[in-house]
């Protein structure tokens, strides 16, 4: 994925998921100052095997999705704002368009709508589970 900026050594910042990519695994991080999100790998950071049970993890077993970056629910692809979504929530992945270029979503409040794929993160083994909106 393209660069989005750097963390320095020693900054904190708060970790809201974490992606098991091959044998690799990414963290979704939010910069709490400037609420910037974006995915570091892990040999970047230092955490203790404590903490890292207790990150939300993105599987294939199930559809969803972590917002890496927030924006608008839209009552269509395009249409009308009908809500937001924040950097680190958890989404069901209820539709996509054929294109896999908005998706339709549940929000943890129940409220749904759809979302520009370009503010997803999405397991790829997930991403085929996801049925084509008619």
Same mark, same amino acid.
Not at 37 to 66: F, H, R
Not at 96 to 119: C, H, K, M, P
């Given at each position: 994925?393209?660069v ?5 050594a020693g900054?904190?910042s708060?970790?809201?998921?974490k ?12 910069v709490?100052?400037?609420g910037?999100?974006?995915? &570091?790998n ?7 095997a ?8 993105v599987s ?12 608008n &629910?839209?009552a269509?692809?395009?249409?009308t704002?009908v ?7 958890n ?6 368009l054929a294109?896999?270029s908005?998706f339709?979503v549940e929000?943890a409040?129940g409220q749904?709508?759809w979302?520009i ?12 589970? &996801?049925?084509v909106?008619?």
């Amino acid at each position: 994925a393209n660069v989005l900026g750097n963390v320095g050594a020693g900054n904190v910042s708060n970790i809201v998921a974490k992606l098991p990519v091959g044998n690799e695994v990414w963290y979704l991080l939010v910069v709490p100052s400037t609420g910037a999100a974006g995915w &570091v790998n892990s040999s970047a950071i230092d955490l203790p095997a404590s903490d890292i049970s207790k990150i939300t993890s993105v599987s294939g077993d199930a559809p969803y999705a972590v917002v890496s970056n927030g924006g608008n &629910v839209r009552a269509a692809p395009g249409g009308t704002v009908v809500t937001q979504v924040d950097a680190g929530m958890n989404v069901k992945l209820v539709s996509r368009l054929a294109d896999s270029s908005w998706f339709q979503v549940e929000a943890a409040n129940g409220q749904t709508g759809w979302v520009i794929s370009s503010l997803l993160t999405i397991n790829p083994d997930v991403l085929a589970t &996801v049925p084509v909106a008619p």
